[in-house]
């Protein structure tokens, strides 16, 4: 994976800013906040990583049984604010074997959560939500309806909204309920205090590589 900062929306290289302007661009997407390199930080480094954080950071606690914390990505940063966490999950699906599972947090218009979920748009139709919604997990203690969404058969895809931000959680093979259900409890790792005991894993080649999300 290169080391350089990537468009979110598309994953192309940007160009950073110089004199002649401050923001990175996208030569499809014009100006962008930048995706930054995928990192697996100790659960004592997570609070600083994420300080000057917009969104929040979701994590499921307490874990599913046998997965792992395996990885992060954020876009923005430096010297502006984070305007998307993606959280990277590694474990084992009761149907399927071993899963993946990216949760992304993220202001409307940056595209990460959307890419990951193969749609062209950067967020999702607003027809969706005349529908009603697929599963209510828990966010930050607050019932938070999701929507399935149409793609790719290799994946399943869910969004909603939560702390005024996008909710996307995005699993591979195809997880269903086995591990994406109305139990399922997310906290906010911006302000969480039980961080110490996350299990970690590898860094997850997925979360790298996001173009081969396949």
């Not at 990537?6 to 997407?29: F, I």
Request: net charge negative; charged share 15%; hydrophobic share 40%.
């Amino acid at each position: 994976m290169p080391a350089e900062p990537e468009c979110p929306r598309c994953g192309n290289l940007l160009r950073p800013p110089n004199v002649m302007h401050e923001s990175y661009l996208c030569r499809q997407h014009g100006q962008v906040a930048p995706l930054q390199p995928a990192v697996l930080p100790d659960p004592d480094q997570m609070h600083n990583l994420l300080a000057s954080a917009a969104v929040p950071a979701w994590l499921p606690w307490p874990l599913p049984t046998t997965w792992v914390f395996t990885g992060l990505r954020i876009v923005g940063g430096g010297s502006g604010p984070i305007r998307a966490v993606a959280v990277g999950l590694t474990g084992t699906s009761l149907a399927t074997g071993p899963a993946d599972l990216i949760i992304v947090s993220e202001q409307p218009g940056t595209g990460l959560g959307a890419r990951l979920a193969g749609l062209a748009s950067p967020d999702p139709d607003q027809g969706l939500f005349a529908e009603p919604a697929t599963i209510s997990l828990t966010a930050a203690g607050w019932p938070t309806p999701l929507w399935s969404l149409p793609g790719d058969a290799d994946r399943t895809s869910y969004v909603g909204e939560a702390a005024g931000e996008w909710l996307w959680l995005v699993g591979w093979p195809e997880l269903t309920w086995s591990v994406i259900h109305d139990d399922l409890r997310l906290i906010d790792v911006r302000k969480a205090d039980r961080l110490a005991d996350l299990p970690r894993g590898a860094l997850m080649p997925r979360l790298q590589q996001l173009d081969h999300a396949d």
